[in-house]
């Protein structure tokens, strides 16, 4: 009997929580993907100053990159 009271207490626990865990993954991916972008964004700002700080290329390859 108190197999199946805990059971059913899981089980109910488990049910009121779905929701609240599709949120807690939705708000995980959006993290994820705005982590994510500020690498990329990180990543091509420091690609350009190298650039524009190397002295082997002309201005016009650095504006093309």
Request: charged share 25%; glycine share 0%.
């Amino acid at each position: 009997m108190v197999v199946a009271k805990s059971l059913l207490f899981l089980h109910l626990y488990l049910k009121a929580q779905k929701p609240w865990m599709k949120k807690l993954m939705k708000v995980e991916k959006s993290k994820k993907d705005y982590h994510t972008a500020c690498k990329a964004v990180k990543t091509a700002v420091t690609q350009e100053n190298n650039a524009k700080n190397s002295s082997d290329q002309s201005a016009d390859q650095v504006v093309c990159v």
